[in-house]
């Protein structure tokens, strides 16, 4: 009878996948995930300053001030979306992701995928592709987008909207225009 027991248990336990395949990511990985990310701008928006500094002509810190906050609110909103998805993805994926992103084969596609694609080398198609299929870069753009699994359109757009109300209310404790009427 513990034979059986023993041999079932056995049986059972390879069987099971692999711990760290579909594993979540720990806190500590997940934030070195987020970390290891390109942030593409620093700052509002410059047009948006400029629209907003158009109907208050001299107003541009406060301007400044109250737009950065904006952007801090949505910035906010994309870490908890990164989260999701950094949870969706699972342990593996998020470390080869965090591998891509802190090392040589994201500056390397960053700049093949900045050129036109009739621009393209065959080598630099060639490093594409290879790098394509070394990390689960495919996976990652499904994961955030609106058909990923980690999406949760509710809380995304009453979170959007939150921010704009904070902004919109930011705007008027300045007595800042927003519009031209």
Known sequence: MTSLILTLALGLALAQPSPD?????????????????PTPRAGPDP???AALEELNPGRRDDIVAVLSDYEECGDALARVQLRRVAHALGARKVTQL???YEGEDFRTFDRIAA???????????AERDRILAA????DFVQAMGPTGPAFDSEAAIAGIERCMTAR??????????????
């Open 21 to 37: 395949a579909d594993a979540a990511p720990g806190d500590a990985l997940v934030d070195r995930f987020i970390a290891a990310l």
């Open 135 to 138: 990390y689960p870069l495919a």
């Open 115 to 125: 050129q036109p694609e009739a621009a393209l080398s065959a080598a630099d198609r």
């Open 47 to 49: 047009a948006s300053v």
């Open 98 to 100: 965090v591998r891509f």
């Open 168 to 181: 919109d209310a930011a705007l008027a404790g300045r007595n800042l225009r927003s519009s031209a009427d």
